[in-house]
């Protein structure tokens, strides 16, 4: 099977987008909050909505998706912790309506209400809510809810142990994925998004994560952000911390496909260990286009991995094999989709 382990909802019905106005509006105008959760979506409305992610899914030949709320619409930067926690709850419940309409097609990953500077209490609780609940299978965690001023503690530091515990002990995995920026020196997508991937991984590198919680997995997405071109620069600074960047950080971290030209695939297969890549789209997500050089998507990352010079059991981990280890949880899934 092909498992895009990194989409997005991102086709949400307006009605979602109009109850986060309200929302918003009603930090400044309390009278202006909204009164309820229930924004009036049908199932039809959903159904209409993901068409072209079946459209596409169809076109390029992958058959499920790991799903999540759109990553730029979490957010976590504007309003306050229950801001987050209603409006995580609200998203969650969206993707998992999704994934129950389409089961063979969609596997939810939760969206959590981090909130800057505030406590992961929350964050737990609507985790094991989405595993124990929603039957997803992973989570998004932001490794700077600020939006982009970097004023919460580096991923190693015990603030973020109460996530990680409930991760092991859940047996999920996270990726690591900023949300938009309110920091005008960096673009989300171009800028924001490839800073925390990188970012991430240098922390991973400073710290002992590991030692403590070994069994901790995440995938950092993006291709690794610059990680890949820069390995020689990170396999260095390892060294000289007298780290082993195998042993150190590698048994814990995978890195997606979302790599938008052939060359850049072809060095991430050429430097990451083939067991630790994820395939992965983002569709539709960040880089929508058609490359006028190939007059195909940018975003049809499958095109290049099906250019590379690997042999069958290289790609079977890749399109299949490894999502199943990060992911156990979608192994049942998978088997009831592919008998």
């Known amino acids: 099977m092909i498992v895009d382990i990194h989409g997005h909802y991102t086709t949400a019905p307006k009605q979602l987008d109009l109850f986060r106005n309200a929302q918003l509006a009603g930090l400044a105008d309390p009278a202006r909050t909204p009164k309820s959760f229930d924004i009036g979506v049908s199932d039809d409305m959903i159904r209409e909505s993901v068409q072209p992610q079946l459209k596409l899914q169809r076109e390029r030949g992958t058959d499920v998706t790991i799903f999540s709320p759109k990553a730029a619409g979490m957010a976590h930067h504007v309003g306050t912790e229950a801001t987050s926690q209603g409006w995580a709850r609200l998203c969650n419940d969206m993707v998992h309506r999704v994934c ?38 992973g989570c998004n965690l932001n490794p700077d809810p600020s939006g982009g001023w970097w004023r919460d503690p580096p991923l190693t530091d015990r603030h973020w142990y109460p996530i990680y515990e409930k991760l092991v002990e859940l047996d999920v995995p996270a990726m690591i994925h900023v949300s938009s920026s309110c920091n005008p020196a960096f673009h989300h997508t171009g800028a924001h998004y490839i800073n925390g991937d990188t970012t991430a991984f240098m922390q991973f590198i400073q710290g002992d994560l590991f030692r403590d919680f070994p069994t901790l997995r995440f995938v950092i997405p993006h291709g690794g952000g610059a990680v890949p071109f820069h390995w020689g620069r990170y396999r260095g600074l390892a060294q000289d911390m007298d780290k082993l960047l195998a042993d150190h950080v590698m ?20 430097v990451i260990p083939v067991e630790n890549i994820l395939f992965a789209s983002e569709m539709v997500g960040a880089v929508q286009g058609r490359d006028p050089e190939t007059g195909h998507n940018y975003d049809d990352t499958k095109r290049y991995l099906d250019q590379l010079d690997i042999g069958d059991h290289d790609r079977h981990l890749i399109f299949e094999g490894n999502a199943r280890r990060v992911y156990p949880r979608i192994n049942p899934i998978l088997d009831r989709i592919s008998a």
């Not at 939810?108 to 609507?126: D, F, I, T």
């Open 100 to 137: 129950t309409l389409f089961p063979d097609r969609f596997i939810g990953v939760a969206q959590l209400p981090q909130s800057p500077g505030a406590p992961l209490n929350n964050c737990v609780a609507e985790l094991e809510r989405a595993v124990g609940e929603l039957g997803f299978v």
């Open 251 to 270: 048994r814990n971290v995978w890195f997606d496909t979302c790599v938008y030209h052939l060359p850049g695939m072809e060095l991430l297969q050429k």
